[in-house]
Structure formats: C-alpha cells, structure tokens
C-alpha cells in the first residue's frame, strides 16, 4: 500500500485541471447560469450524454489519429476501449441519430458539462474544462445558422461584451473552396490540407508559413495568392460580384478539368453556397446582430466534419484563442446511422471566457456573483446569553420553510462581533433574539434596526417571496 | 480508419451510463437544484474537484486493492496514473489539507458533479451517476454530526419524503467496537474485518453469513454473539446501561488484555463515544429530527476511513440499496497533508433516489418540473399572413430583454394550430401580432384573450419580474 511520503503529486490536482473552491465555484456557476439562461430564453432545450463515450465514437470521424489527444482506457480485464469526451458533437449526433424519427425539426438542443484533452496545458487550453454546446438539428436553412448564432451573441450581451470588444468572424468553406478551386485552380482534393494550414497560419511565423504550405502547394506564388483570397470578398456585394464573375467562366470545361468533385463544386457550392451565406448575413441583419459580425474568409475551422458555414468568436483584438467556435454540420448524423439530417451548432468553453473577461474587468465582484446566484442569507440569527439555546431550533425551523439561514460557530456572545460576522456573509438581516418571543431586526443592507418586533413578524419580514 | 458499420456499438452510450434527453435532463437538473438548494439553506458553500485524480490519491486510502473498481488510465506516452474520481471524499480531504490554515472553522463545504464506478451495472448503480456530497470540516462535536444530518434530513423533506417514506440509521463505529471487543472478547485486531463481514451481511443468504464469517470468527457462537449484539443499544438510556456495565468490569485487565490498542478503545471509545453518540440523537431530537432516525448497531458503512458516527438513509422498508450515506472521518485531512482536522460528512447518490422518487410517485410531473426549473416560455409569438417580417425581430427583442420567447418553425399560419403548439411549448402567453403596433394577447394559463392590445403594453404584461 502506497503511503503519503511516496506520492508527493498524490496530493496536488491533476496538471492542467483545477480546484474549485467556493469563490471560484461561484464564479463558474456564473458563466453555466448565464449559458443555460441564453440557451433557455433562445428556445433550446438542455440535454447531457456521457462523460465517456466508447472510443470508436471519436476515431470513426476523425481517424486513428486523434487517439493520442484523448484520455482513453479499458476497465481492468475488459476489452472494450473508452474516452473522455473531448468535444460533445459526437454524442450529439449519436443521440439524435438514435431518436432521429421521433425528434422535430428543427430540434434545438443545448448542454453543459466537462470536456477533456490530454494535451499540454497552456494559456487558454486545459486538460479538464467546462464547455456550453448549442446546436439546431433538422434544418438546413441560413435562417438557422443565423438563430444559432444569435444565441452565441445573446451570451456575449448577457456577460456584458459589446461589439467593441468581441467578434463573430463567419464564412462558408463552400464560398472559400469554390474561390481556391475556381478562382486558383487548385486541385479540390487538396482542399483539406489548405483548410488545415489555413486554420494554423497564425501560429506560425512568416517564413514557416509559406514553408509548411508547400508541402502540399503548387508553388510559392500560389501560397500568396490564397492569401490574397483570404482578404476576400467578404460584403454581399462582394459576394454577388463573385458569384457573376464565376458564372462568367465555362463552368462546364472548369467541372470537368476536376472531375465528378469539381462539378458538384461548381453545381452546388458556386450557385448555393454564397447566396446561401449571404442570406445568413442578412439574417443576422434583420436580427439587428450586424454589429457584432465579420466575414472573414480565413476561419475554416479545423474540424473535418464541417460543410458550409464555419465561425468563430474572437476578442476583438486577437488577444487569446477562441472564445466559441462552431458551423454546420450536414453530414455527421448520417454518419452516426441517422437519417441525413443537416445541423449546426458551437460551443464555448470557460477558459477563455473566463480569461477574457477578468482582462476586461467584466467578470462581477464576488458580492456580486454571491447576490445573483442567490447564496446571499436570508438571515443570521444571533443570540443573547439567555437565548442560545433558541438559535439551533429557529434556524432548523426558518431553513424548514425555505430560507437560507446561518448563525455563528464560534463562542463569543458580543453582538457587534457577531453583527460583523453576518455582514461578512453577506447577510440581508441580522435577528438578534431576545427572548423566545420577541426580537430586534436588522437589515444589514440599509443598517436599519427595529427593536422590540414579535419573533413571528420578524420572520414575515424576512421570507423571499415565493420560497418554500 | 474505423467506419461505421465496424463499430455498431459506437452508435450507443457506453453500458451504465445515461443519456439525458430534454425530460431526463430536466429530471436530473430537477434533483440537483434540491440538492444545490438544501445544502445553500443550511449554510455550506459549493466546491468542487477535476473529473479524474492522481490514481495515487485512491490508493493511498484503500490499497492497490481499489484499482480493479476505478476507470484508471495515462496519457498516451506518459507514466502518471490517473483514476476517474469514484468518490469526493479523497479530493475534498486533499482540497481542505492544502488550504487546512486559511479554512474557518467549521468549513461546511457541498459538491455536485459526476462519479464513476468500473462495476457490473445493476439496479441502483452505474458507471457513472451524479453524487451530492455535504461535509462539516474542522470541528469535533457530536453538533457537528447532528449539523449534517439535518442537511440530509432537509433534502429528504425538500423531495416530499416523510418519514414514513426512509429513515437515517445510524451508529458510532466505536460504540460497536466496544461492545464487540469488551462485550465479547474480540481481539481489535479483528474489528475490521468484523465491520466488512457487518456492511455485506444482508447480502448473503443465512448460512453464507455464518460460513463467512468463520473465516475469521473463533466459533460459531461467537458469530451468533455478534449477530445479538447487532440487535443492541440504541436508545439514551441503553447506551448510558452500556456504559455503567462496561465501568463496573475490570478496565485495567482488559486494557492489559487488548494491548495499547485496547487501552485506547477503553479510554476514548467506551467513556467518551457512547456519550458523545447520545449527544448527537439529543441535538438531532432538538431540532426536531427524531422522527427521522433510528440508531441501528448493524450500520456501520464499508470503508476504512470512518472514526465515529455512521450513518445510512434507507427506503422505510428497505426495498433498495442506501439513498445516502456517511460519516465521520478525522484521521483523513491529516493523512492527505493536512494538520489533524476532524470531519464528518455524507454523500448521496442520483440513482437511488431516483428509483425510490418514481416507486413513491414523488416524482413531480414534466410540466411541474419544467415550472419549477423557470422553463416555461413567457411567450410564443404567432404571426398573421401580414406580419409575419415582424415575429424574428420582435422574439430577439424580447429575449434580448430578458425573456424566454419562442415562435413557430412550421409554415402554418393557422392560429388555432399555432395557439396549440404554443400550448404545447407550456408558454405563460400567446402574442398573436396583429400589425406592428396592436396584437392580440392570450393567457394560456387563464385562457383569457384580450384584443388590440398596443405590442409595448402587451410586452409590459408578459415580463417577469426582475428578468434581465
């Protein structure tokens, strides 16, 4: 048997996951309160899967590759291989495709709940964290790309961000595809490395980057001029510009140059995609949302599953990573044994929320927090000498109907000490007992004091309304 | 690559774990908010751990011999052994040590959040459920145990329980020992292995009891001893006889007898526990908790680490596993790094109740839950042909505002069809948007309709107090 002295690290939180203490574990019910509300007021229902899904859940989408990011394991003398989840649309798509006959259209769906990645911990990226998932399954209108991210930026107003400081950066991979294919001559089946070297080029330095895309680009000239693309039409002038310009070509000697892929690209992504995307952006418009969006040709996101519109919520100078990412995903609930079923959706985690909003002192005070998550007491109940033994019963009895009620631990009898100690838990009323019938109260917020008021009316006084 | 008609068991949660679709989920937040309510009345501060610790941290407690009931795993290439969390009391013990000089005491802590057990599933228990746990750190007294209880007993009364319904049992392990070690001679080398054969008892059938415990027993008699004895004091009175009995015999010889072992079970356990676990039914009495208990000799809970009171909730008649259990525990902090702290504290499990919640039809209604939970739409908006431009601006208006509005997703204008599914949604009131100035107003709950109501005034009417 292992003894402390052996494992110094036994007693320590893992790396890269946290210790929520009361004050922190306030503060993250603060952001899951302002999450479940947002969601709840968008019309989106709360549902939760499992904090480990069977392995093959995840690699059946993202290949093999993707084992060395995730926490998995096997029981003892089982064979049958599980993951923390590392992200939630795979469930998602499980469980809608599971009920897919059951379900309405559009079926709105939020949830909230822990996520894992065993990567190395940095800035903004732990192994353990908490994410909010808003999706809208069984509609494949730009009217529900826009309804989802109206819930995105419903969050943004309830924590307090103005369009000054956050962002939706929004495009469609079918418009960026069709102007790399179309307009660049690159071959679609190279599309996925571009989005991937796309969606990293940030991280890199300037060299590396024209570096790391020539693995897979034709030349150097052409790296430059996916740049150039990246700096897009982005207006639905712009758009409608590109759309005519495309339509001007031979489009027939374009989709037979690439093939069966690069004819159902020109087909539906040229004539679909950007009136498409341009109908979101409208949408938001109509919604009075055109403030807080920005299209933005470079966001590809990195998830292989995405097909059309991809977005990302970005501190308006950069600063940190993500704050929310998501987009539409038409394929993956077929993929997962439902019936084609389109969908879209995103998730914020609290890290760079977080983060985020501690840099822009928009994070509340912790009185604060305290009186929005109702944790503030209703009362503290303080003896005299003669009346200690009073105090036990009446809490037992106030907390009985519903009240939140605490009194002192400690020995000392001296009412302004113990006035003090129920101000410092934020107490609304202090009740100072002085006999079995009657009290003073006060109310600590206006430190106004009545003396001499029947314990009953006190009590009166006291009760939220509509708690029980 | 894995695709998916490989991996037909991809497309299902793993075997003991749930899928929470809205009603389950609803269900579930139902349960936690009583949780989360109860412990906040009754003065504890919310807490909480990472999902997965050091396996260390497991082991420490209760021997290599736990692996086998953890999900344990590494990252891939690395060497620390993580476990997923199959209790809080180890994490809590770890948090309350590395903090153990900055705590109040006492520090009355709660927590809610996920647990998992690598176990044959059954009825009663799955690989993962949700688990409540309450503590009362830093303070020793029979008070303490009693502050606890009550918080349990209050979750009970906060679900509709009775205490006709389920019944705290309960017992201080050191009273037992007594009777065992000076009632019977058993040697306190054997306690322990006396408490594991007393928890799984009513497991066994009549004669695997007795087989069982001749593993260790002296004789059959003894056995059957230990069986009447678990049949012993229970009320104030007894206990007080329990105590004179044990003076009036020779304290020296049995100390001499028993080693030091023995001498400390007669100094502290005999004088002191008896007394101090009358106290606690005294406090509990006070506060108007007997109803609710039942000392009861045969409780005395499995694991290791408890030093005094035990207690479980059980179903009146005992028809499922325990809804709760818990304890005192003050050798933990200490073991963990801490300085000696003294706790008790009990957890209590998502499963259970539950089960028990549906056989006594104390599970509320969805639509109650959905009103308990604040789900209930304020409004669903309905468009005639005219204003139909108007409903998607006005429902970002109003959620914008505070207020949980929702519309149709279906091409219908039928109002009968619309007020329906309004009706459906359970929202408080139907606008139906007569132009962009007057609507019709419906209270769903009355079914009382007003007409040509100016929008701003209807608005007015439908907010909720102190939404924003």
């Known amino acids: 048997m292992a003894t402390p002295n052996d494992h110094a690290h036994a007693f320590q939180s893992p790396r890269g996951t946290r210790d929520f203490y009361p004050l922190e574990l306030a503060r993250r019910r603060w952001i899951e309160n302002k999450w479940r509300t947002t969601a709840v007021r968008h019309g989106f229902d709360e549902i939760d899967g499992p904090t480990f899904e069977h392995l093959d859940l995840y690699t059946v989408k993202s290949g093999d590759g993707i084992v060395s990011e995730l926490f998995s394991f096997t029981r003892q003398g089982g064979e ?79 924590v307090g961000f103005t369009p000054e400081d956050a962002q939706i950066r929004i495009y469609d991979r079918r418009v960026l595809e069709t102007m790399l294919v179309v307009g660049l001559g690159i071959s679609p089946t190279k599309i996925e490395k571009w989005f991937n070297w796309i969606d990293r080029r940030e991280k890199y330095s300037k060299k590396e980057r024209v570096e790391s895309a020539l693995d897979f680009a034709d030349n150097e000239q052409q790296v430059l001029d996916v740049e150039t693309i990246l700096g897009g039409p982005t207006t639905k002038e712009e758009l409608d510009k590109l759309r005519r310009e495309a339509q001007d070509r031979n489009l027939g000697a374009l ?145 009985r109907e519903g009240m939140h009620v605490r009194h002192t631990h400690k020995s000392t009898r001296n009412v302004g000490k113990l006035l003090k100690e129920a101000g410092n838990a934020h107490a609304r009323y202090a009740l100072i007992l002085e006999s079995d019938s009657v009290c003073s109260i006060k109310n600590l917020d206006a430190n106004e004091q009545a003396d001499n008021v029947p314990i009953e009316e006190a009590i009166a006084r006291i009760a939220p309304p509509g708690r029980s």
């Open 255 to 399: 989709a037979e140059q690439a093939g069966e892929a690069g004819q159902q690209l020109v087909q539906e992504h040229l004539l679909q995609a950007a009136e498409q995307f341009g109908r979101t952006l409208s949408e938001l418009a109509s919604l009075g949302l055109s403030d807080w969006v920005v299209a933005d040709p470079s966001i590809v996101r990195g998830l292989a599953y995405y097909t059309g519109t991809v977005f990302e919520v970005h501190e308006a100078t950069g600063a940190e990573r993500a704050i929310a990412g998501g987009g539409r995903y038409d394929n993956l609930i077929e993929l997962f044994g439902g019936p084609p079923t389109p969908a879209v959706g995103f998730a914020m985690g609290d890290v760079v929320l977080s983060l985020v909003l501690q840099d822009k002192g928009l994070m509340p005070s912790d009185e604060q927090i305290a009186s929005d998550l109702g944790l503030r007491p209703d009362a503290f109940v303080i003896p005299t000498a003669e009346t200690e033994h009073l105090v036990k019963p009446l809490v037992a009895r106030l907390r």
């Open 80 to 158: 049958t291989r599980f993951a923390l989840r590392p992200e939630f649309t795979p469930t998602l798509a499980r469980m809608a495709a599971a009920r897919a006959n059951a379900l309405p259209k559009p079926t709105k769906w939020f949830s909230i709940g822990p996520y894992f990645r065993a990567e190395r911990p940095q800035r903004g990226r732990l192994r353990e964290f908490l994410q909010w998932n808003v999706d809208v399954i069984g509609d494949d209108s730009p009217e529900a790309d826009a309804e989802c991210i109206a819930a995105c930026i419903g969050l943004l107003e309830q």
